[in-house]
């Protein structure tokens, strides 16, 4: 349950330099207000596969992905660990934390902090009465949209039609967000990686399933 992990209050709570040591030298300089922030969350990051990908293509921007399964997470962790031991200097930019993200994404995130949100293969909770617990929703958009800032992207895929149908739908529907064009997903590398990167969105790729994307731009709200 959620009291096996702790929670932070507020964002500036949580201890970054403990997932991000070669960024945040002194706890000193955590204190300041130059202290880089995470720009990149990976919602429902599973094994990792996306983060790992990511880290080297932004060397230079912390990402964090969010992991509900405790063991899951602690596997995210030694796999970091383990590719930071054998290549120094690299990974330092991504880390993992175990929390629910439906819950308490405000707590970590402040307004406008992220330029990048990914939601790959999310569970998708086929009964109409657990729609509700789909990561995606109206309701959740909305502190996806305080966490993005103007111009930051929610990327999305699942090999579940309806599910993708539900997702665009959400997003279509949401006045703080709109949909990016094709051709610019297309030509877009980090849209590349997401049905490439993921251990789930390998294994779909592997039994040759369809996936369904959509990629949602945060902008103002229109008059
Ligand atoms: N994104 C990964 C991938 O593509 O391989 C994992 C996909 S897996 C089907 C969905 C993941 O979301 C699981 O690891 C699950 O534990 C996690 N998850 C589900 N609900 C969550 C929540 N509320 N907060 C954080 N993680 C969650």
């Given at each position: 349950s959620d009291s096996h992990f702790p929670i932070p209050?507020?964002?500036?709570?949580?201890?970054y330099a403990q997932h991000f040591p070669s960024f945040f030298p002194s706890t000193a300089a955590a204190a300041t207000a130059t202290a880089p922030k995470i720009r990149f969350a990976d919602i429902g990051?599973?094994?990792g596969g996306l983060l790992v990908k990511l880290s080297t293509m932004f060397p230079t921007t912390l990402m964090i992905g969010m992991e509900l399964r405790d063991k899951v997470t602690e596997y995210v962790k030694e796999r970091i660990l383990a590719l930071r031991a054998s290549n120094?200097?690299?990974?330092?930019n991504i880390s993992v934390v175990r929390t629910n993200s439906m819950k308490y994404l405000p707590n970590y995130f402040e307004k406008g902090q992220l330029s990048k949100m990914f939601f790959l293969f999310?569970?998708?909770?086929?009964?109409e009465k657990n729609h509700?617990?789909?990561?995606?929703s109206r309701h959740l958009l909305d502190e996806y949209a305080y966490a993005l800032e103007l111009g930051g992207v929610i990327y999305t895929i699942t090999d579940v039609e309806e599910l993708g149908e539900w997702m665009r739908s959400c997003m279509e529907e949401h006045p703080l967000f709109e949909a990016v064009p094709e051709e610019e997903v297309d030509e877009d590398p980090v849209a590349a990686?997401?049905?490439?990167?993921t251990e789930e969105g390998q294994k779909v790729a592997r039994n040759g399933g369809e996936t369904y994307r959509a990629v949602y731009r945060r902008v103002m709200q229109s008059e």
């Open positions: 209050i507020r964002p500036s709570d949580v201890d990051c599973g094994f120094p200097g690299q990974y330092e999310p569970d998708p909770h086929f009964k509700r617990r789909r990561v995606i990686l997401l049905c490439s990167a």
